[in-house]
């Protein structure tokens, strides 16, 4: 136990393997009741671990917050202090938190650049079948276009390429995820989040028109290269469908 003078206010333990795969780490703990779990869910976060009861401990749980930091919510009996209580919580609690962490495997889409490790205009379809396993569906579009998706993960690439054949030499050159729980960017934004925190989260873009695949916000914009005309594209786009994001695209141009 961690004390100031005779308060606990912390406690350290030993992570074993009835834990399963839980990382080294600090887990912050708020007194409250069930209610926090609800609101957390109405504000765009998630509920990892539904409230539970632990004997002699209290009602427990693990949330998420929107842009995906992890903590507990604890509501215990009697004037035991939430550290203590979570300290001397039993091995059930500690698979309980271990269960918690594996639930937070959330991919981050970092600008145009790279989407949950596929790296935009570089990463072949054996890339990202070494990230994501064997894709659900695969299909050849054109002479330089192939399009693979991965249903679980809620995850369509398109790979191009000027020469071979693009389901086996092509490089990924648009990435499109619209699963919620898999995906944020790096700000927080996820898929089924409304317009309105989009315009939060990135306050100098707007609503923009552009061709059918383009309209939505552009949260990066890039230059075309004069070869194919010039102009302007997103390299990051939110679609936005009903007030709320449907899809999160993230692009290069062919001559990137």
């Not at 308060?7 to 007194?31: D, R």
């Not at 072949?124 to 299909?139: E, I």
Request: charged share 20%.
């Amino acid at each position: 136990m961690l004390k100031l003078g005779e308060e606990n206010v912390g406690g350290l333990f030993q992570i074993t393997p009835e834990m399963g795969e839980v990382p080294p780490n600090w887990a912050t703990a708020f007194a409250v009741a069930d209610a926090t779990c609800a609101k957390t869910e109405e504000l765009g976060g998630k509920v990892l671990v539904q409230p539970v009861d632990i004997p002699q401990i209290g009602r427990y749980a693990v949330v998420q917050d929107p842009i995906g930091a992890v903590f507990q919510v604890l509501a215990n009996p009697g004037k035991l202090t939430v550290v203590r209580a979570l300290v001397t919580a039993s091995v059930a609690m500690a698979a309980l938190v271990g269960t918690a962490f594996a639930a937070t495997d959330v991919r981050v889409i970092q600008g145009d650049r790279n989407a949950g490790g596929i790296k935009i205009g570089r990463s072949t379809p054996a890339d990202v079948r070494r990230l994501y396993g064997t894709p659900s569906t695969s299909r050849v579009e054109s002479t330089h276009s192939c399009v693979q998706s991965w249903k679980g993960v809620r995850l369509v690439v398109q790979f191009f390429t000027f020469e071979g054949k693009p389901c086996a030499r092509g490089v990924a050159l648009i990435v499109t995820v619209t699963g919620r729980a898999a995906w944020r960017t790096a700000v927080g934004l996820r898929v089924g989040d409304p317009a309105a925190r989009v315009r939060a989260l990135y306050p100098r873009v707007r609503p923009r028109a552009g061709f059918a695949g383009d309209r939505g916000y552009w949260l990066v914009t890039r230059q075309i290269c004069a070869e194919v005309g010039g102009g302007r594209y997103p390299g990051l786009l939110a679609r936005i469908q009903r007030g709320r994001v449907s899809a999160l695209v993230a692009r290069i141009s062919v001559c990137d």
